[in-house]
């Protein structure tokens, strides 16, 4: 997905976004379902999941990367845990951990933050605006939850360097007079199909 950051146009962006995608239901899903059945218990989940946790910030961050591409806007719990745990499935046996999910979202948003830089650099000035709509966003949200003083809070508190980042694009965008308006979707469809739809693939 690091790509991103050097795509020179709309549609390549897509393209690397599509082949992420592709990647996260055809190859990661299987090897968590995989994994999940090698698993004697419930409880081994929990005793292990700090072996693989690390790994699942990344890979959803990636996912949440992909679906603010695809539909401008955040990727939900419920659509994140089907993409990797296959939840919903009928033999899905455990669900995405919430701390795994925010940890995922933060680590998009530098992710995103970078990309706003770049994107001008690109020349896709559609994007800064609708990356600022959307670190807004996810800092109100976060500041609803009342976050103990461990390594999610810490990521939180490095949102407002990303949020300030792209604040200082959308200033420089505006001196220069190449501010574009937002629109509600950058593609056509979305990229990632209903739960339903995905629970019975």
């Not at 020179?8 to 994994?35: D, I, N």
């Not at 949440?64 to 539909?71: K, R």
């Not at 559609?126 to 990356?131: A, D, F, G």
């Not at 490095?158 to 694009?169: C, S, T």
Request: proline share 3%.
């Amino acid at each position: 997905l690091q790509a991103i950051h050097v795509a020179e146009s709309k549609e390549e962006l897509m393209r690397v976004c599509a082949g992420c995608q592709s990647t996260l239901t055809h190859t990661v899903r299987p090897l968590f379902v995989q994994l999940f059945n090698s698993l004697g218990c419930d409880s081994d989940f929990y005793r292990m999941h700090e072996l693989w946790r690390p790994v699942t910030h990344k890979l959803v961050s990636q996912a949440a990367t992909v679906f603010f591409f695809h539909n401008t806007k955040m990727l939900s719990h419920d659509l994140a845990a089907v993409f990797l745990y296959d939840k919903g499935a009928e033999n899905a046996r455990f669900d995405l951990d919430l701390e795994d999910y925010l940890s995922g979202l933060l680590l998009s948003a530098s992710d995103l933050a970078r990309f706003c830089v770049n994107s001008v650099t690109s020349g896709l000035f559609e994007y800064p605006p609708l990356i600022s709509r959307y670190l807004l966003d996810l800092d109100s949200g976060f500041r609803m939850l009342n976050l103990k003083n461990d390594h999610l809070r810490k990521r939180f508190d490095g949102l407002k360097y990303d949020v300030k980042k792209v604040e200082e694009v959308i200033y420089d965008l505006s001196i220069r007079g190449s501010l574009l308006t937002p629109h509600s979707t950058l593609h056509g469809s979305s990229a990632y199909p209903s739960t339903a739809a995905s629970s019975s693939a």
